[in-house]
Every structure is written in C-alpha cells, then in structure tokens.
C-alpha cells in the first residue's frame, strides 16, 4: 500500500499545467502579457514558470547573448535563473526565426523543443510558454511540409491565449487569429487586450465585437505600461491545461 501511494505521489508530483501565448502579430506584447500571467499566478500563490522556445533578436551583452525577452520575464515575475534558462534557441538577427536560423547555421528540431520543454517544465506547478511572432511565425520553410509555430503548439500539446492590441484593426486580427486557430486543431482559452483604454469607446467596442465574432471571452485588458493584470483566480487558473 506504501509503495502505491508513493507511486501516486511521483505521479502527482509531476502533473504540470500549462498554457501557450500567441499573438495577432509582432510586437502586440507577448512578452509583456507573459510577464504579467506568470506574476500574476506568483502572487496567487502558485509555482508558476516560463518558456520561450524560439527567440529572435537577443541581445549581446560582453560577449554573450542574451534573450531580451527572458530578461524582461524574470525580471517582472522575479523568477529564478539566468534568462537563457529559458529559451532553446536564440538567434542574434532579429528576423523570423526560419530566416534567423538559417543564417546562423542552426536549424530548429521540433524534437529538441519536446525535450527541453519536458525537461524545464517539471519544475513548476504551471508554466506560462511563449511563442514568436504571430500564429503563423515559420520555424523553416525548407522542407516538403513548412514547419510553423502552430506545430510547437501542437508538439506541446497546449491550449493558447491570443494576445491581440486594443487599437483600430483589432476586430480583424483577432478573428482571422482565432479562426486560423480553431481551423487548425488549436483550442483558444481567451484573448487578451493590451494597450487598452477603457475610457476609448471604439476599443471597449472592439471588446464587445471580438468576443461577439469569435465567440471565445476576453479574459482580461491590460492598460499600457501597467505592472498587474486584472484577472480573478478561478479565470487565470482554468486557463491552463494539465500537459
């Protein structure tokens, strides 16, 4: 009987939930949102990570290169590490990863992504997972079959969050990112507003509209530059799934 419950413990121990963070676009604040998820879910109590399995764009720092976007992550949700504790490939150029990765020479293996994921995310309760650029971000082009970042999703076998911009053309990005979504197997667990203005009528209208269109809620709107997301407990929890 000992060794049963010893057994479920193990296996308890090691049921992580997780959620993937994609976006509209480049630069609608992936990072920015990640950031606030993951301090969010600290605050709350839970042992909560991060990951980023492609980044284009780091940053050399002394002689070494550095994944901005780590960087920013730990720093908000004071993680501990160093910020290429959390990424799998880094490229300096800050191009699409399949044009990055392919100047320096180091092609992304959606296998290797498996496996450091498995590796990294046994040490957390959850773990938030960042994408790059948009839904449709290629990975590498040279192949018969294109390898996207919808295949990473998918390898991983996550639900996402879409982050969208609050601004004029939200309405459009939203939904086309959300079909693409559902039209290719990926559950949508919520969208969230950045940069958004309660006080402007047209974008608590985009609000109303993306979550009428789409019919997937807006979880949660982040002002620009705010340090919190407003989301309750229950909500941020049932975001995740167990992976």
Same mark, same amino acid.
């Given at each position: ?50 990951? /980023? %399995?492609? @980044? $284009? ?9 550095? !994944?901005? *976007?780590?960087?920013? &992550? #730990? =720093? ?15 490229? /300096? %150029?800050? @191009? $699409? ?9 180091? !092609?992304? *293996?959606?296998?290797? &992504? #498996? =496996? ?37 999703? #998918? ?89």
């Amino acid at each position: 009987m000992l060794g049963i419950k010893s057994n479920l413990y193990e296996v308890l121990k090691f049921m992580v939930k997780g959620i993937f963070i994609t976006a509209t676009g480049t630069d609608v604040g992936k990072t920015f949102v990640s950031a606030l998820l993951v301090k969010k879910m600290k605050d709350y109590g839970f042992n909560c990570g991060y990951y /980023k %399995p492609v @980044l $284009s764009g780091a940053e050399e720092i002394n002689g070494t290169l550095t !994944p901005g *976007d780590c960087a920013y &992550v #730990k =720093k908000i949700a004071n993680l501990e590490g160093n910020a290429q504790d959390f990424v799998s490939y880094m490229f /300096k %150029p800050a @191009l $699409s990863p399949h044009l990055a990765s392919q100047i320096e020479n180091n !092609p992304i *293996d959606l296998e290797f &992504v #498996k =496996k450091d994921f498995s590796v990294r995310k046994n040490k957390y309760e959850y773990i938030v997972t960042e994408g790059a650029g948009g839904i449709v971000c290629p990975m590498n082009l040279s192949g018969d079959k294109p390898f996207l970042i919808e295949d990473i999703i #998918k390898g991983l076998h996550l639900d996402v969050i879409i982050v969208a911009p609050a601004e004029l053309g939200s309405i459009n990005s939203a939904v086309l990112t959300a079909e693409y979504a559902k039209n290719h197997g990926i559950k949508v667990n919520g969208i969230i507003l950045n940069n958004f203005d309660k006080t402007d009528k047209m974008q608590t209208d985009n609000k109303i509209q993306i979550e009428k269109l789409t019919h997937i809620p807006v979880i949660a709107t982040v002002e620009k530059n705010s340090s919190d997301i407003e989301i309750d407990k229950n909500t941020l929890v049932g975001i995740f799934r167990e992976i």
